[in-house]
């Protein structure tokens, strides 16, 4: 293994001892700072960072903190953060997408919806979609237009409220420069409503040796007050980009007339004939991240909460309306799963409640997508997408096997760095790992589906005596039923480990989001914030993930693959 030493300890000399050392030459002739600055040095090198190239770990848990609450109430839609500000026609719940790295998506909602027995559709041409942008204060030397859409949400049940949203305009801006602040309004100038004055900054060019500043991970999200610690930390911690892994609003934990969410739909509406949705509070999630989207892009991939039944079998209205997403750019014509680069970075965001069979198209598309990646211009492939195929929870237990028994050599041939994946409501992150085996060449997962939702933190594991789910439970929305008995190891025979599975590095069952900062070619500092840090100035789990590419390189894998190492260890 070749690792730029040098390289990473300037990067991690400036991130760690440069303040120290300029207070140092600033009071050399303080006896007092001097020491004071020493002892901080110190403690400091105790609190030193592990990195992946000591792993694999041995198993930790961490225990729910009793004196947390499980969970909490979705916060009601009169809130100040969800409720309506702007009038008529004026925009609203503006958000920003990467389109490619010199274009971006700025989306936004125009006009009322309207919910009850009869709706009527407006018609989305009676307001423009503009964008004016430009490097500088109140001078636009850009304009662009787009387009406008809406969606119904209709059930064929008496007695169910219709929704038929406001008008959401689309516009992607082209020709921007890296590294680079834009400020921007949007709206219809005909009508005289134009948003304010808002400011984002571009992403760094992939093949300039520069990667994206932090990008923040979340996942599951929903809108309780535990919803609004998560997210006032992630500002906090000022990313530059977001990955929402699925789960956004929890809408359908609803009936469609309102009234109070439930934290288990099936409990609480058991005659329900389909599973409802309270459509306005995708209006109130727009408007409750709307300060942090406007000036941070935020790359979305569905969830099963997204999936939202209607009349005609329709789904995933909501989120195949109100997203941009680069599926034309990537190739891939489908908002379930696209691609993009961020300066040294390859994103590759799956769908895991559409086809993924090695048959259908996500599954073709996502084989020439790895196959075009340059690894010398974008060196880091981080894959994310919502249900984990590593999850030592009682919840969600391989749900997903199916998935992954098709997916996974694929992204292992490839040499997928991180995974990134949410569904389960706790925090887990795994050793690098393949096919249920430690592989020093493996992605390291991780689960982040600790957002803050009203359906509360998970805290059961599957090798907690008594709480191995049965083959019947866990049954997925989409796709086949794969559960299997392990064929090896501690677990050998039986459908759960009796203690933390070997490739579960560490959990921890806690709300909070995860921020992940790319030093260079081969590091990657990875942070997990819990909900209660913010009150600590502390954090949770936290790691280097370092590349090895000499060593996982295709030619060794494939030896791995001659091998029939690719084979499942796990039996029916």
């Excluded at 100040?80 to 920003?96: C, D, G, H, M, Y």
């Excluded at 309102?258 to 058991?270: D, I, N, R």
């Excluded at 086809?355 to 974008?378: C, E, H, I």
């Excluded at 069952?509 to 081969?522: A, K």
Aim: overall charge negative; aromatic content about 12%.
């Amino acid at each position: 293994m070749v690792v730029d030493e040098e390289e990473h300890s300037a990067n991690h000399k400036s991130r760690n001892y440069m303040p120290f050392m300029e207070k140092y030459e600033l009071f050399t002739s303080s006896t007092i700072l001097l020491l004071a600055v020493m002892n901080m040095v110190i403690a400091g090198l105790s609190q030193r960072i592990p990195t992946t190239l000591e792993g694999p770990f041995k198993p930790t848990t961490r225990s729910f903190d009793p004196s947390l609450r499980r969970g909490s109430d979705d916060l009601p839609m009169n809130h100040p953060r969800l409720r309506k500000n702007v009038t008529s026609n004026f925009p609203e719940q503006i958000a920003l997408a990467l389109s490619t790295p010199t274009s971006m998506w700025i989306s936004w909602v125009t006009g009322d919806a309207q919910i009850g027995l009869n709706v009527t559709p407006v018609d989305p041409s009676t307001v423009g979609s503009e964008v004016w942008y430009g490097k500088e204060r109140g001078k636009y030397s850009g304009k662009q237009t787009g387009v406008s859409v809406i969606y119904n949400q209709l059930y064929p049940f008496e007695g169910l409220w219709n929704y038929t949203s406001g008008i959401i305009h689309h516009v992607k801006i082209d020709g921007l420069e890296p590294e680079t602040k834009y400020y921007y309004k949007c709206g219809d100038s005909s009508l005289k409503a134009m948003s304010e004055e808002l400011v984002f900054e571009t992403l760094p060019l992939p093949g300039s040796g520069k990667y994206p500043g932090r990008i923040a991970v979340i996942g599951d999200l929903g809108l309780t007050s535990n919803s609004t610690t998560t997210i006032d930390h992630l500002i906090k911690n000022d990313p530059s980009m977001i990955l929402m892994v699925g789960d956004l609003t929890y809408a359908n934990q609803y009936l469609t007339t309102g009234g109070k969410g439930a934290s288990c739909y099936s409990c609480q509406f058991p005659d329900a004939p389909i599973r409802e949705t309270y459509q306005p509070r995708w209006d109130g999630w727009g408007r409750f991240m709307e300060p942090l989207t406007s000036r941070v892009p935020m790359m979305v991939v569905e969830g099963n909460h997204e999936i939202e039944p209607q009349v005609a079998n329709v789904s995933f209205q909501s989120y195949l309306t109100r997203f941009s997403v680069p599926s034309n750019e990537s190739g891939s014509n489908s908002n379930f799963y696209y691609s993009f680069d961020s300066g040294g970075v390859h994103f590759i965001m799956l769908g895991a409640y559409v086809d993924y069979n090695k048959t259908g198209a996500q599954y073709v598309w996502l084989q020439k997508d790895l196959q075009k990646v340059d690894r010398s211009v974008t060196p880091w492939l981080v894959a994310a997408w919502h249900p984990p195929w590593y999850n030592s929870y009682s919840s969600h237990y391989q749900e997903f096997e199916c998935m992954r028994l098709e997916m996974e050599a694929l992204l292992y041939e490839y040499g997928v760095d991180i995974v990134f994946s949410g569904h389960v409501h706790a925090y887990e992150r795994m050793n690098r790992v393949f096919n249920y085996t430690l592989d020093s060449c493996g992605p390291v997962y991780i689960t982040v589906g600790d957002g803050g939702n009203i359906e509360k933190v998970d805290v059961d594991h599957a090798d907690d005596p008594g709480k191995c789910p049965s083959a019947s439970d866990n049954i997925p929305e989409c796709g086949g039923v794969c559960h299997m008995n392990f064929s090896f190891g501690p677990a050998k025979g039986k459908f759960c480990w009796d203690r933390q599975p070997e490739w579960s590095a560490y959990r921890e069952s806690s709300f909070g989001h995860g921020i992940l900062e790319f030093v260079n070619s081969t590091y990657a500092l990875w942070t997990w914030h819990r909900n209660q840090d913010i009150y600590q100035d502390s954090h949770g789990d936290q790691i280097y993930i370092v590349r090895q590419p000499e060593l996982c390189s295709n030619s060794s894998k494939q030896k791995v693959f001659n091998k029939g190492k690719v084979h499942p260890w796990l039996t029916e």
